[in-house]
């Protein structure tokens, strides 16, 4: 566990990485009822439900690109179960060659806290 997830009082940190877009439908899967915030290049969004975030990976994503994602699940101070999602976008030859594109695209997908925490 990192200094700065101690500092948040973040226990059982468990990080995933993974090619695609597949630990994202499990992750909305697991965490069905909540609402999450969704962050991206022309994207803000917050109170999302889970099935709108499964609908927008399978359906709203562009296929021309190759996805990495890393996926970081926590129980926070409260004791709440958490979830933090990056979707990397890569296009062409950019990532294999560790170059910046202004083409590449990352969205972050977070769960809320409940109201009733």
Not at 1 to 23: C, I, Q, Y
Not at 108 to 115: D, F, M, V, W
Request: aromatic residues 10%; contains cysteine.
């Amino acid at each position: 566990m990192s200094l700065w997830n101690r500092v948040r009082g973040r226990t059982s940190v468990e990080r995933k990485e993974s090619e695609g877009v597949g630990s994202v439908l499990e992750m909305a899967e697991m965490f069905q009822g909540r609402t999450f915030q969704v962050k991206g290049r022309g994207i803000r969004a917050a109170h999302v439900l889970a099935d709108e975030v499964a609908r927008f990976v399978q359906e709203e994503l562009p296929g021309y690109y190759t996805y990495t994602t890393r996926v970081q699940t926590y129980t926070d101070r409260h004791k709440i179960r958490q979830a933090r999602v990056e979707i990397k976008g890569w296009i062409g030859l950019s990532r294999r060659m560790n170059r910046y594109n202004p083409f590449d695209w990352t969205c972050i997908i977070k769960t809320e806290t409940p109201a009733n925490a």
